[in-house]
């Protein structure tokens, strides 16, 4: 069953995009060379709080931090570490924030310093593949059209779009239904209509196999060591269209 939100729950939603994007994108300007992710971890849990929000993925399932820090061919759920970036490292930053009894999540990727022309493509057609699927957020549509314009840009690029993990619902609850797959056959599902507010998050990587997840029990990364790239927006649909929330203004 999909929730239907408010325009008072909307309202609320599109303040927690604002603050977050507000976050993230402070958190991607202390993005160097040289820095621990642990670092940006801290960084971006005081923004959150000192904002009146709380971090919406620490102690979820028991995760341990308020930011996903993948780096290279880690896909999602890397663990904060006193691990340090170096030159040429992709990094994915997934951030969730709770407030106002309501969720709301986005991702990026960021190159450190320069990096090589394979890694480059993976991040502009990840980038790319996410405002596909935006796109076709509008009324009347089914909702795998969402997930087949995603899948097949990335398909086009010679990229391969993960598959263990999809985007979701998002409100009252992190994940809320409807799944949503980066992948899939166009016309199928619900029709979308106003009240409808999605995560989508396209991860996408250079190899084709399945993903496998670490000892520590939540790092994700690539089967064959390729480099993988996410991002991520939290999208409302109103009576006036789509509305992305996790967009930070001026
Ligand atoms: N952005 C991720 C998602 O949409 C959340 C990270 S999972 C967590 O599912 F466990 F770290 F919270
Ligand atoms: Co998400």
Same mark, same amino acid.
């Given at each position: 069953? &999909?929730?239907?939100?408010?325009?008072?729950? #909307?309202?609320?939603?599109?303040?927690? =995009?604002?603050?977050?994007?507000?976050?993230?994108?402070?958190?991607?300007?202390?993005?160097?060379?040289?820095?621990?992710?642990?670092?940006?971890?801290?960084?971006?849990?005081?923004?959150?709080?000192?904002?009146?929000?709380?971090?919406?993925? /620490?102690?979820?399932?028991?995760?341990?931090? !308020? #930011?996903?820090?993948? #780096?290279?061919?880690?896909?999602? %759920?890397?663990?904060?570490?006193?691990?340090?970036? /170096?030159?040429?490292?992709?990094?994915?930053?997934?951030? =969730?924030?709770?407030?106002?009894?309501?969720?709301?999540?986005?991702?990026? !990727?960021?190159? #450190?310093?320069?990096?090589?022309?394979?890694? *480059?493509?993976?991040?502009?057609?990840?980038?790319?593949?996410?405002?596909?699927?935006?796109?076709?957020?509008?009324?009347?549509?089914?909702?795998?059209?969402?997930?087949?314009? &995603?899948?097949?840009?990335? /398909?086009?690029?010679?990229? %391969?779009?993960?598959?263990?993990?999809?985007?979701?619902?998002?409100?009252?609850?992190?994940?809320?239904?409807?799944?949503?797959?980066?992948?899939?056959?166009?016309?199928?599902?619900?029709?979308?209509?106003?009240?409808?507010?999605?995560?989508?998050?396209?991860?996408? /990587?250079?190899?084709?196999?399945? !993903?496998?997840?670490? *000892?520590?029990?939540?790092?994700?990364?690539?089967?064959?060591?390729?480099?993988?790239? %996410?991002?991520? %927006?939290?999208?409302?649909? !109103?009576?006036?269209? &789509?509305?992305?929330?996790?967009?930070?203004?001026?």
């Amino acid at each position: 069953m &999909i929730s239907l939100k408010t325009p008072s729950e #909307i309202a609320i939603m599109r303040e927690n =995009g604002r603050i977050l994007a507000l976050t993230l994108r402070a958190i991607c300007e202390e993005v160097t060379l040289g820095k621990s992710t642990a670092s940006l971890d801290h960084l971006a849990e005081a923004l959150i709080r000192k904002a009146g929000a709380k971090p919406a993925f /620490k102690g979820y399932q028991g995760y341990p931090a !308020t #930011i996903c820090a993948s #780096i290279n061919d880690e896909v999602v %759920h890397g663990i904060p570490s006193e691990r340090l970036l /170096k030159a040429g490292d992709i990094l994915s930053i997934d951030i =969730g924030l709770f407030r106002e009894g309501l969720y709301m999540d986005m991702a990026t !990727t960021v190159p #450190i310093g320069d990096i090589d022309e394979a890694a *480059d493509h993976l991040l502009r057609v990840t980038e790319e593949s996410l405002w596909q699927g935006i796109k076709r957020v509008t009324i009347g549509n089914r909702l795998s059209d969402i997930s087949h314009a &995603i899948g097949s840009y990335v /398909k086009s690029k010679g990229l %391969h779009v993960v598959r263990e993990y999809v985007g979701h619902g998002i409100g009252r609850k992190l994940h809320e239904d409807p799944q949503i797959p980066n992948y899939g056959l166009p016309g199928q599902g619900p029709r979308l209509q106003p009240g409808m507010v999605f995560a989508i998050e396209p991860m996408v /990587k250079t190899d084709p196999e399945p !993903t496998r997840v670490l *000892d520590d029990n939540w790092t994700v990364v690539t089967a064959t060591g390729g480099l993988a790239a %996410h991002f991520e %927006h939290t999208v409302a649909l !109103t009576e006036r269209g &789509i509305d992305i929330l996790t967009i930070g203004g001026e």
